[in-house]
């Protein structure tokens, strides 16, 4: 029975709010629970907030394979934004490379069967940080963003539909299921077994809130910048196994200067570093559905794709909780798929 079923879900990121907005509208009793709030200290918020399954699939190599998937979950954004107010960026993405990266890049999109609008130097749109000499761009129209400060607009949705938010963690003995949405934390094992695959990956990101953009994301070699409500972002590192979530000013710096060769008036501006940890599957795909701990629900280990994939694991986690067929995506995302 929907009504009155008590959930827990324990962390507040995007899965977690998903989660809760999915859960609650469905008549459950929903509680989150997270040590770290406020959010500005959470994961999901130190992100660029891509939903961009093409571009995922042509520069991520372990994405590729599962590009209809992405595609299934970038096609859930439109209605998800529309029916809890948020606001989707659906300005597009540009790829920037040199001609040899370029064409690459083209004969990867038609593999997968996409097509994208190539752009030369003089057509680029104009950024602060200028852009590297000789870098064209190809135009992917389906590949969108959303503002990572669309957290806490999730949360106070969430609040609105009556759902609990709580820095201690819950008690078990008075719920009806739990929804583990934490990142990469090596006590969480002990919430259920399956999370022992997890490994972290860190990821330092710049900001420069002094300065205006409002374009299109902008994806080049090594390094990508998009419009936020803290002015640019460019952004990220990836250091896998690095699970501390303070800034590293030297891997900052480091990262700086490697920027600087796709935008490089970044060399000359002072910037604001964040960093953030998030948990990674062996095989890049998040694990969502029941684990073999009796009463637990999964919805963690989303990688780099966290908010391109929320409205996806967050329908299919009130699916599961509800009793319901979680969909054509269950099998792949399994959390047992990686049981010896």
Known sequence: ?????????????????????????????????????????NASRV???????????????????????????????PAFAAENGLDLDRTGTLLLGDEARLAGLETALSALGRSSHRLGPSELPAF????????????????WRIDSSALLSMAVVAEDLGVVFNTAPPDLQTIDRLVVATGWSPSSVKLAPELKVLSPIKGHILSLPYLDYTGPALRG?????????????????????????????????????????????????????????????????????????????????????????????????ADVVLGHDPGPWAKRLDPRRFDA
């Open 47 to 77: 992100a660029a907030g891509m939903i961009a399954p093409v571009s995922e699939a042509l520069t991520d190599e372990s994405a590729r394979p599962h590009v209809d998937l992405l595609l299934a979950a970038g096609a859930l954004w």
């Open 221 to 317: 070699p090594g390094a990508y910048a998009v419009p936020s409500d803290l002015g640019p972002l460019i952004g990220a590192t990836m250091e896998v196994g690095r699970g501390e979530g303070t800034v590293d000013a030297a891997v900052a710096r480091d990262f700086a200067a490697r920027a600087a060769a796709v935008f490089p008036r970044l060399a000359d501006r002072p910037w604001i570093a964040a960093a953030g940890v998030r948990a990674a599957t062996p095989d890049g795909l998040p694990m969502v559905g029941e684990s073999a701990a009796d009463g637990v629900i999964l919805a963690t280990g989303a990688r780099r794709n966290g908010w391109l994939l929320a409205p996806m694991v967050g329908r299919m986690v």
């Open 128 to 143: 602060p940080l200028g852009f590297a000499a000789g870098l064209g761009a190809l135009a992917i129209a389906e590949d």
């Open 1 to 41: 029975m929907t009504q009155g079923l008590r959930v827990a879900i324990v962390g507040e990121g995007v899965f977690g709010l998903a989660c809760a907005l999915e859960l609650a509208k469905s008549g459950a009793q929903v509680s989150v629970h997270d040590p770290k709030r406020p959010l500005e200290q």
